[in-house]
């Protein structure tokens, strides 16, 4: 999940650079009085999510398989205390009925 992470964020980084470069070399516009900043930002956010989409769908499938196993054993982890509770409490439910049985 990681690897993804840092490899979208250099995707983006890239096309940051890149529009950042176009604006100032005048083939983009400068966007409007102080939006410079966020014109670049938004136009490199807007660059970045498909070709982050195209270039790494087998990384996002790899990471999707992590996580679904994640959550799997965390399913599993809860059903288990689960169990252990109910196991628990039945037992505690259980000792007053045995001993009064054997009185």
């Known amino acids: 999940m990681l690897?993804?992470?840092?490899?979208?964020?250099?995707?983006?980084?890239g096309c940051l650079l890149v529009v950042w470069g176009l604006v100032?070399?005048?083939?983009?516009?400068?966007?409007?009085g102080d939006s410079?900043?966020?014109?670049?930002?938004?136009l490199s956010l807007?660059?970045?999510?498909?070709?982050s989409f195209v270039v790494l769908?087998?990384?996002?499938?790899r990471a999707s398989v992590q996580v679904?196993?994640?959550v799997e054993r965390m399913k599993a982890?809860?059903?288990?205390?689960?169990?252990?509770e109910d196991e628990a409490v039945e037992q505690t439910a259980q000792a007053p009925e045995q001993a009064q049985a054997s009185s």
């Open 3 to 13: 690897r993804y992470t840092l490899m979208r964020l250099g995707i983006f980084a």
């Open 77 to 84: 982890n809860i059903e288990a205390n689960r169990s252990q």
């Open 24 to 32: 100032y070399a005048g083939a983009f516009p400068r966007g409007f």
């Open 36 to 42: 410079n900043f966020l014109w670049v930002l938004l």
């Open 57 to 61: 769908r087998k990384e996002r499938d």
């Open 68 to 70: 679904s196993q994640r």
């Open 46 to 51: 807007v660059l970045s999510a498909p070709i």
